[in-house]
């Protein structure tokens, strides 16, 4: 590293020290490299690939991924197909976030209840 890079690491604050953050998302898929010869054909890689982006999404928008695919799921059969967009991560953030402080809520009542 250069002093070039050390002296705008120190003037902007915003900047991380190291690449951690970079090396631990890409890990998922170095770590998923040998299961990929495992799906079967290249039909289903396809679609695992679909699974990992909108896991992957699902995830730098905050969101929990297995909430957001139960609700997909959910919706998918009766959704219009023209309006798959709706089912996009960013577009059901706030209602996710409502149904999980429901779902707390419900958590932390039955736990008083019993």
């Not at 039909?43 to 609700?71: C, F, H, M, S, W």
């Not at 409502?98 to 008083?112: D, E, N």
Request: glycine share 8%; proline share 3%.
């Amino acid at each position: 590293m250069g002093k070039g890079a050390l002296v705008r690491y120190r003037d902007d604050g915003t900047l991380e020290i190291d690449n951690n953050a970079a090396e631990r998302a890409l890990r998922t898929i170095a770590l998923g490299r040998k299961n990929y010869l495992f799906f079967g054909s290249d039909a289903g890689g396809e679609r695992a690939t679909n699974l990992y982006t909108l896991i992957g999404t699902a995830k730098l928008n905050g969101i929990d991924p297995e909430a957001y695919l139960q609700v997909v799921i959910e919706r998918i059969a009766e959704h219009p197909v023209n309006k798959l967009d709706a089912l996009l991560p960013w577009n059901l953030k706030d209602q996710l976030a409502r149904c999980q402080s429901r779902t707390v809520t419900i958590s932390l009542a039955s736990r008083v209840l019993l």
